[in-house]
């Protein structure tokens, strides 16, 4: 796969999201809605129950390998991307920039 380009960023984040949401019980996969290009276009909550997670900055941590206290303990967030200015996995909880930043990209449609 090194030779295909990674999703557009508005798609990366509404993926990371349905999947943490999923992963979370906060939703059922089948809440999930989409337009006619396949793209995410709904979560199945509300506005600002939506805005509220996006602010934790969780949604957009590495995942798949929690330490002992159940937070993530993966500290190498290029896993499945190229190092560069804009993380798409964050080793850490994003800083309130950072959530500022993936607020505008998860709206994003390409």
Not at 31 to 37: G, H, Q, R
Not at 60 to 87: H, Q
């Amino acid at each position: 796969m090194q030779s295909m380009s990674p999703p557009a960023i508005g798609t990366y984040r509404r993926i990371q999201f349905a999947r943490w949401l999923i992963d979370n019980d906060r939703i059922n996969p089948r809440s999930v809605t989409y337009d006619d290009k396949d793209r995410i276009v709904g979560f199945g909550i509300e506005p600002n129950e939506m805005q509220e997670i996006i602010r934790t900055g969780l949604p957009f941590e590495t995942s798949g390998c929690p330490g002992p206290n159940g937070k993530v303990a993966c500290n190498r967030p290029y896993g499945n991307e190229k190092p560069g200015p804009n993380i798409r996995n964050f080793p850490f909880t994003p800083k309130p920039e950072d959530v500022n930043q993936i607020q505008d990209e998860i709206l994003k449609y390409e």
